[in-house]
């Protein structure tokens, strides 16, 4: 079983100047990858929550990544926001919004820094990002913000919406007027997104547009497999929309729109029915296309933890014991087939046969889904994975 000590002592590893490097399979750092935004501030994250829960060494590398965030290579001084590596000067909304989550966490944390982080990634976000005309995320910008990309997204903005309720979480306490508008914004995206181009696809979520907003189904046909804007249906957001569109309700409380249990139910019976071994093997195939049928058919470890995540959210809600038993039979799939028993972390890519595969990721990048499918189970359901660590202390 996964062992949840022996997998933050294997992220530890990561540890870099900078911020948090991109690890091997054998948790070292690999040395010919630059430093990551995306990945030191998940990585921040994950300590923040190890702060939280009271894993010794954790507020440590917490406030390293903190540090680094603000003060590091990545950050731009002299133009603002974070650069998507050292090596790649693009401000892209979905590494913002691993900043924002980072300093969410870190700030529920009490990690020091962690508040004026939290406080310059969600000004970043609001000035640069976040469009309020359209209730969405723009995508990225050149380092000088003069360039917006030619592109939207609904990963970058799936994550803002996970970021925006973190935020909202340990801010509520403090500044309830801040934490109110996150929540809207949440609520504007998921609305769009979720209540409108997955529901009207019978579910099937598109994932890229034009600038207008205007989806884009043959986005990246000939270059299927890649990892954050692959071509058709992406399984394992399914199962993240579903999850977020729970948290948001319980964030909302009394004034949660019906819609979301509603459209949470819908995406992840749709992931489910649809996906698990869709292609004859055992597990869920990256992608689909438009009819249902595998096109990617690698399995990535961040599908199988987003699933277990989201069946575990609904049996929270719900009380539902078919979410259980799936939660369980998932968990279990991922134990036998993703764990690496010699460093204790999981194989971030499988071959639909269940080889270790790289079509997609080569090494074991970062913990951030892991941890967080460790976490939620038997959890109070919050609006946030750091919400839900909160109330549980």
Known sequence: MTDLDRL?????RSRVA??????GDDGAVLPDR????WISARMTHVFGLAT??????AAELAAHGVTELRHGPLHDAGHGGWRAATDDDTKAAYVHAFVVLAGATATAAGI????????EALEVWEQRFWDDDEGLARESFDRSWTTSEDYRGANANMHGVEAALAAADALAPTDPGTAARLRSHALRATE????????ERDWRLPEHFTPRWQPLPEFNRDHPA????PYGVTVGHQFEWARLCLHLAAALGEHAPGWLHTDADRLFLAATERGWAADGHEGFPYTLDWEDRPVVGARMHWVVCEAVAAAAVRYAVTGDPRALTLQRRWADHGERRFLDPAVGSWHHELTPEGAVGTGTWAGKPDAYHLVQMLLLPGRPVRGSVTGA?????
């Open 112 to 119: 020091d820094g962690g508040r004026p982080l939290l406080d």
């Open 8 to 12: 933050l002592s294997f992220a530890a």
């Open 34 to 37: 630059p430093v990551e935004t």
């Open 192 to 199: 769009r997104i979720v209540h409108g181009w997955a529901r």
């Open 18 to 23: 900078g911020g948090f490097g991109y690890a």
């Open 52 to 57: 939280l829960l009271g894993r010794a060494g």
């Open 226 to 229: 890649d990892p954050f804007r």
């Open 389 to 393: 660590v909160l109330a549980s202390r």
